[in-house]
């Protein structure tokens, strides 16, 4: 007796995860192009003077320990607020170990203000440049030590915040 044949069906080719990316329209396009033209004029995201206490990317704390900050971290005064360092829309708000985190979209890019303990807009609130997303979290456990931590990115990829920011 002959074995029957069996087809094996020829393998359906895979087709590569699709990249998300943000569709934009003309006004979102003009946006970027208002935002990446103020390289280096930006205002700072905090209110009131402020110290940059730890810098952008990887550096090390002591023998043997690597840090990688995906910002910046601004030390001010107690009670001082986040500010949008540019005009745009609030994508989102949220909570992250009790403290609030608010994302603002400007075209393609998207900053990032974390440490808030509490936030004044909601998402999909259109905002200005320089105006209050909420109040910095002051730690009583540091003698009311004040710090937002600030990150820039155009879509996926981060960008160094100091180097967009007016000093």
């Given at each position: 007796?002959?074995?029957?044949?069996?087809?094996t069906?020829?393998?359906?080719?895979?087709?590569?995860?699709?990249?998300?990316?943000?569709?934009?329209?003309?006004?979102?396009?003009?946006?970027?192009?208002?935002?990446?033209?103020?390289?280096?004029?930006?205002?700072?995201?905090?209110?009131?003077?402020?110290?940059?206490?730890?810098?952008?990317?990887?550096y090390?704390v002591?023998?043997?320990?690597?840090?990688?900050?995906?910002?910046?971290d601004?030390?001010?005064?107690?009670?001082?607020?986040?500010?949008?360092?540019?005009?745009?829309?609030?994508?989102?708000?949220?909570?992250?170990?009790?403290?609030?985190?608010?994302?603002?979209?400007?075209?393609?890019?998207?900053?990032?203000?974390?440490?808030?303990s509490?936030?004044?807009?909601?998402?999909?609130?259109?905002?200005?440049?320089r105006?209050?997303?909420?109040?910095?979290?002051?730690?009583?456990?540091?003698?009311?030590?004040?710090?937002?931590?600030?990150?820039l990115?155009?879509?996926?990829?981060?960008?160094?915040?100091?180097g967009?920011?007016?000093?």
């Amino acid at each position: 007796a002959k074995a029957a044949a069996t087809a094996t069906p020829a393998p359906t080719p895979s087709k590569a995860a699709p990249v998300e990316t943000y569709t934009m329209d003309k006004a979102d396009r003009q946006l970027s192009g208002s935002f990446a033209s103020n390289r280096g004029k930006l205002p700072a995201p905090i209110t009131g003077p402020y110290l940059i206490v730890s810098h952008y990317g990887r550096y090390v704390v002591m023998r043997g320990v690597q840090l990688d900050n995906k910002g910046i971290d601004l030390q001010g005064r107690p009670g001082a607020q986040a500010q949008a360092v540019f005009d745009g829309k609030v994508a989102a708000v949220f909570q992250l170990n009790g403290l609030f985190n608010v994302l603002v979209r400007h075209g393609a890019y998207i900053s990032v203000y974390c440490n808030l303990s509490r936030a004044t807009v909601k998402a999909g609130d259109a905002v200005k440049t320089r105006q209050p997303l909420g109040k910095v979290f002051s730690n009583p456990a540091e003698g009311g030590r004040t710090v937002l931590h600030f990150q820039l990115r155009k879509e996926t990829q981060k960008l160094d915040p100091e180097g967009w920011i007016a000093r």
